[in-house]
């Protein structure tokens, strides 16, 4: 600091401090400039491999691959780059259970109204110490790295433009002594002192974007890690069901790049002002003494409570407008998504109005936001620019009206009469002058930065509170479904009731008391009319639902007089085999309603879940899935669409029969002990559906099937009925298919069919009546005309 304090004095490298800090300047320079090739390389790349070129068929291969496991057993990215590929390994999901604590649920009073408060400090203090830089790992966390040399850069940018401020003056010092010689000198230090001005100010820059740019990928890996959590969480599917969070699309992608740019652009504003601040104000206290100093600081605090007060409430503001964008970027999605049914109905029209609406939320949100912002930049730019610049016209002057003053009139009158001590006095004065008005200046700009930071908290603010209350939200998700145990080898459901997660407790369940057991071989089907909770009970056996435990406590005899007497009691639990969710060699397999079309290739499309990686590894051939393909009369699609590596827009290629057989193509792949089939062949034709079953059932998968085709019930050995009751809830009986009842209920309706057939000769008779009343009536019958009876 006395180094800083004390002003240059020529020769300039005749002094030692001044010499040792260009140098140092200089050094680091030098050392900085080679860090983009080297260190910085390694830092940011170091994990890149190096690029090998490949044929074209292997590396087409090779990206069909996409990630692969390296020799340390890391996942590794595969990127295309200058015709090879490079790795790039990717971090294995992390478990963040112990980060739970940290994230306790907001109340809604806190995420309606965010601030600078003690809560938004707390937020802010979990997501940094629980995410950006653990403690554990803060030694070995590279972005702390980033966040040394960023503040390194910072504080030579202020230690710079002290010098710059001192240079400044001098020039124009010898300029008014008209010495040449010290003029030339100054010109020469001016452009060597641009080198790394100018270098420093480029890093700020880049650096700053860099440290945004790992901010955010720290947060979208951790979230990523929550959101993408494999079963039993699924939180993916858990987070809008049961919390009504909209939007996570807006959280995950918009939200989390604005949060990461606010606080990397934040840390910059804060902490160069801060330190222009204290260096500056160290520099101008020599020159404008006490008085000066007192007023610069009175006139700093009238600033800072005149733009308190004037300032909105930004970091609500920030909020709802992020709200609001989510909101048209879900319509617009929306419409992508269903463009062929939207096209079907010609809805163009009502999603324009829809989308029109939304986006007009979001404008009129948007322009009041700026009509509060004129009145506050007007105040702001007034306040800042104006009454600092008055203001530091005026602590100029200290020196000069006041203890300037009184030390000349102190002085011997001899030594301040000759001409020469009065140009080295102005020459003085005007040095003081320039270097006091560029040091004041640059003070304002600190300050005036700093003003604007505030507001940057503010809208900082309203992001934290919506990035914390996604994290919380995603911790405070129940972790497994309650109730379910695992047995060795079959599908029981005993005592539960089937209710809709987070409904009210006087919401009836939409089934009610159910038990049923399914064993290998034992296929069951589930039908019933529409809303009965069919698919409901699916969703209880994929774990996707909690099962609540049968407000019954009685014994339960549901099935008996149906064919089935199924005594349960004790523990109202879901049981289900051992891995009935595992990813890589489920037991249990669910194919939903909708067919899903994952994004790659046609390959990907049959293995769905696994990837290509876990595809080769596990040594299924191309032949087999050729075999898979004919199973489900799917053979012709290698040919026709290019060939099993080709990537397309799946959904909108394949038929809506063709989707259904490729999802049953995924049953095949996989073969698990249970298959659960939700509808998933309403758009497949009688017999093609009956010969996949045939298919299914030789594999020894078993079948859990919910329909309303009567033609499936042949291929299963128990029928689960499910009917409204009156109190809305579903009565459910079980009962085994080709049962003495079910053979009386068979002989029943054939009986019936051959009391209809024995009046065919009468009803026959009846239509050549009405045939020749129309031919009398001058209306042709266009089955009269072809018989030749009505001539």
């Known amino acids: 600091m006395a180094v800083l304090s004390r002003p240059l004095r020529y020769p300039f490298f005749k002094h030692p ?218 939180r993916y599917y858990q ?19 604005a949060w990461a740019g606010s606080l990397s652009g934040l840390y910059g504003n804060l902490l160069k002002p801060t330190l222009d601040i204290v260096l500056f104000l160290s520099q101008l206290s020599r020159s404008l003494g006490a008085r000066g100093t007192v007023l610069l600081w009175v006139n700093y605090y009238i600033t800072i409570r005149i733009l308190r007060a004037v300032t909105p409430a930004f970091g609500r503001l920030a909020a709802v407008e992020a709200r609001l964008e989510g909101e048209y970027r879900r319509g617009v999605g ?49 306040v800042i620019k104006y009454l600092w610049s008055a203001a530091g016209y005026g602590l100029i002057a200290v020196p000069f009206l006041f203890t300037r003053n009184k030390r000349l009139q102190s002085d011997s009158p001899s030594i301040i009469e000759t001409r020469e001590a009065k140009d080295n006095a102005v020459a003085g004065r005007t040095e003081t002058y320039i270097s006091n008005r560029r040091l004041l200046l640059s003070l304002a700009d600190a300050g005036g930065r700093l003003m604007f930071a505030y507001k940057d908290m503010l809208e900082l603010a309203g992001l934290t509170t919506r990035l914390y209350t996604l994290v919380s939200t995603l911790h405070n998700l129940p972790q497994s479904p309650e109730g379910k145990i695992s047995v060795d080898d079959s599908i029981e459901i005993r005592n539960i009731d089937v209710t809709i997660p987070g409904s009210n407790d006087d919401t009836p369940p939409l089934v009610k008391d159910l038990s049923f057991i399914v064993r290998p071989g034992e296929h069951l089907m589930i039908t019933g009319s529409n809303g009965v909770g069919k698919t409901a009970i699916a969703r209880v056996l994929a774990g996707l639902w909690r ?10 005899d549901s099935g008996s007089g149906s064919g089935i007497s199924l005594k349960t009691s004790g523990t109202s639990a ?41 595809f080769i590894k596990s040594g299924r ?53 249970f298959a659960i089939l939700d509808e998933c062949t309403s758009a497949v034709s009688s017999d093609v559906e009956g010969r996949m079953y045939e298919s299914l059932k030789a594999l020894g998968v078993t079948l859990i099937t919910i329909t309303l085709r009567p033609s499936l019930t042949k ?77």
């Open 334 to 382: 929306r419409v992508g998504r269903e463009s062929e049914e939207v096209a079907f109905y010609d809805g163009g029209a009502r999603e324009k109005d829809i989308l029109t609406r939304a986006y007009l939320r979001l404008i009129k949100h948007v322009n009041s936001i700026y009509k509060i912002r004129i009145a506050y930049e007007w105040t702001e730019d007034y």
């Open 547 to 556: 099962p609540t435990p049968s407000s019954s406590e009685s014994e339960s």
């Open 17 to 234: 401090p001044q010499r040792r800090t260009l140098l140092l300047v200089f050094g680091a320079t030098l050392l900085l400039r080679a860090l983009p090739g080297n260190v910085f390389h390694n830092i940011f790349h170091r994990d890149k491999g190096k690029g090998k070129a490949f044929p074209a068929d292997q590396l087409k291969q090779t990206l069909q691959q996409m990630y692969e496991t390296d020799e340390n057993g890391r996942v590794c990215l595969l990127v295309p780059y200058e015709g090879g590929v490079q790795k790039v390994p990717i971090p294995s999901p992390s478990d963040h259970s112990s980060d739970k604590d940290a994230f306790p649920l907001l109340s809604t009073s806190t995420q309606a109204k965010p601030n600078l408060d003690l809560a938004f400090l707390r937020q802010l203090r979990s997501i940094i110490c629980c995410i950006l830089f653990p403690p554990a790992k803060l030694w070995r966390n590279k972005d702390l790295g980033i966040v040394l040399m960023h503040s390194s850069f910072l504080v030579l940018r202020t230690v710079l433009s002290i010098m710059v401020a001192r240079l400044d003056g001098r020039i124009v010092r010898d300029l008014v002594k008209s010495d040449g010689k010290g003029f030339l000198k100054g010109i020469v230090l001016w452009f060597v002192l641009a080198i790394p001005s100018t270098y420093t100010n480029s890093m700020i820059r880049h650096l700053q974007s860099v440290l945004h740019l790992h901010l955010r990928t720290r947060l979208t890996r951790y979230i990523h890690d929550l959101y993408f959590a494999s079963y039993p969480e699924a």
């Open 574 to 614: 879901v049981y289900a085999p051992q891995n009935a969710h595992d990813r890589h060699h489920p037991s249990v397999f669910v194919v939903p309603q909708r067919a899903y079309m994952v994004v790659g290739s046609l390959l990907d499309q049959v293995i769905y879940p696994h990837t290509y990686q876990e």
């Open 715 to 791: 291929f299963h050995k128990q029928l689960l009925t499910l009917n409204l009751d009156s109190s809305s809830s579903a009565h459910w009986t079980l009962s085994r298919v080709g049962t003495a009842e079910e053979r009386m209920e068979i002989h029943r309706e054939i009986k019936s069919l051959e009391e209809k057939l024995a009046d065919v000769e009468g009803w026959e008779s009846r239509v050549k009546e009405l045939e020749v009343l129309l031919s009398a009536g001058g209306i042709s019958s266009s089955a009269g005309a072809s018989s030749g009876e009505c001539s």
């Open 239 to 257: 987070i809008s069901l049961e919390h009504k969070l909209d939007g996570i699309d807006q959280y995950i992608t918009a939200d989390v790049d």
């Open 621 to 673: 051939t191309i032949d087999e899935l050729e075999d898979i393909l004919e199973k489900v009369f799917l053979t012709y699609l290698p040919d026709r669409e290019g060939g099993w590596t080709t990537r397309k827009e799946w959904r909108d290629v394949l038929s809506g029969g063709e989707k259904q057989r490729m999802s049953l193509a995924r049953v095949f792949y996989h073969r698990p002990k």
